[in-house]
């Protein structure tokens, strides 16, 4: 079975990236038409989107789709990269708004553009390439729009389509003003975190199957229960994740502790806010939102997530996401088409069981 | 004639603000379930966009559906939304590009979250100011497509307006890329001018109004003809505009010579460069872009422009442009609402007579 999970991922995936090389592909050459600067810009945007990242969000929705269909066909494949572009957008937007200089390894978009500017005038210009990493963002997700407006399916079933899209970007946005307003707060309580990681990170996901299975023409109880199951499935992901970013290894993706060296108000550390003892309570405090954490900092810092129970009660609580969300899946009606729904379970345990 | 004109305005931009104070109402609710940072977000975005402006561009779709129908409804002047929140988006995007402190008389966006953030820490963050500018710009263009794609009307009529906004779009951030660019280059030319105006003027204007006859289900070439009207109205309107930003009096909105401060590259500014006798091409481009040009040194600017012709082929580039224009709607087949068609001719005469 995972045999065949990751051979489905494999194989989607790279259909999803072929897709994506042959619309930039059309995209740069009319960018061409218009002038040099536009003809690189467009290929900086589809360098920047073929980087690589697991495409899981597409893959989602043509899964989904099968799911209710039986069938992948071109026409889904196509209407897949909607997301990924948004996606995407999103990326370039914070990646400018959290002053990052890496996305995946490589400079970030603004960052690229702030190096080409130096290296045309010889001078710094920091603000040039923030004025074209808000612009790259603002293509990318138009871009997306202009894919699921085209996409070869019944006009109503696209407008369906369409509102989950419109739908899944006020989320995000919305969560993004969370995460910018959180910090300011006195505290945070769980509920504020599983708010913020239902609109960050869950609302994508849901849309992604949510388009999917609109497309293929799903039954209303369909596409809710595979909704529900994609955001709960998202929520465990994103708890999990943060997990990692303490207690995994280095091969995670970002350095141990990061979390803690930004002042993240993550599960973990709320419930360790909540249950510490006083002592503790002020000693975690004082380490949130330290830029030079020492390693023996750290470990000061997870022992105390550790003795408040707060490491037990997140990981429970993804597995028990885990379960409701693979409950949702049987709740669709009409019954979904087995290998789709055994590809979804299939997601769930990679979500919760990856150690990178 | 010219009365019905100023009253159709008057009566359709009112009910266009009508149409933008329900709409943002009903979102400022829903926010209000998500926190109260959330509320006043949309709220600053509501009066944002209620600020002010004529709403040519909704007036215009909704004029272009009369045009087709004869008839004006409720489902257009909702659908007309969309254009002017696309315009508001890429003003709070263009404001954040361009640095600017005010709009509309009033503090731009970013401007108005970093004072938010002075008043609730105390402290001075530019970024977070640039930051909230980036989502309330996302959310605008968002809500836009959330209009259009909900209008009241046969789905692939929409789909179709869909196409002609996400065109619109690209055609802007096209536009703006090339005005990022043109600094950088040694020269202009009036070919450049007329694409940046086509791309940054006339593409929203072009398709506000191929959205409304769209909508209204008109034929290819009255889609079509009304779109080639409103491209060349909208450049026959910026090249006037540049004409009264240095020839027209204070009234006109922006200081006497802020385009030359600013080192544009206007129409009459590439042409004088190309007419100027030797000296006085070095004594222009000395004065372009010179932040504290005096008066004397404005009016030394607008004898050269005067004296090489400029001036004059400018005036008369935008005359042929309306002429061109007026053309075009007559061409259109059927032929349109003799009332609409009457609107869009006094339109283009109010574009270039029009002395604020």
Known sequence: MNEYFNAKI???????????????????????????????????????????GKRLRPVSLIM???????????????????VELLHN?????????????????????????????RRVKAELNEHFGVSMGILGGDSLFNMGFEILSNAPFHPSLVIRSLNHYVEAYRELVDGMILDMMLPLLPSASEEDYMLMVSLKTGALFEKSIAIGATLAGGSELQVSKLSEYA?????????????????????????????????????????????????????????????????????EAKRIIISTGALNYAQAKALKLVEAAKQKLKEAKPPL????????IELTDFFIERSY
Not at 337 to 344: G, L, M, T
Request: one cysteine or more; a negative charge.
């Open 10 to 52: 494999k194989e989607l995936s790279e259909r999803v990236n072929n897709a994506l090389n042959e619309y930039f592909n059309a995209k740069i050459e009319e960018a061409r038409r218009i002038s040099v600067n536009h003809y690189e810009y467009y290929s900086k945007l589809k360098d920047f989107v073929l980087r690589g």
């Open 64 to 82: 989904a789709y099968k799911g209710i269909k039986g069938v992948i066909d071109e026409g889904v494949v196509r209407a897949s990269l909607c």
């Open 89 to 117: 957008s999103s990326l370039i937007h914070d990646d400018i708004m959290d002053r990052d200089e890496y996305r995946r390894g490589e400079p970030t978009f603004h960052a690229l553009y702030r190096e080409w500017y």
């Open 337 to 344: 088409n087995k290998e789709a729904e055994a590809f979804f």
């Open 231 to 299: 955001q709960l499935a998202a929520q465990a992901f994103q708890v999990r994740d943060d997990v990692l970013g303490l207690f995994g290894g280095e091969e995670v993706g970002k350095p141990i502790g990061s979390d803690l060296r930004e002042g993240k108000r993550t599960l973990i550390v709320i419930k360790a806010l909540e249950g510490a003892t006083q002592d503790d309570r002020i000693k975690l405090q004082r380490l949130l939102g330290k830029r030079d954490l020492t390693i023996q900092e750290v470990e």
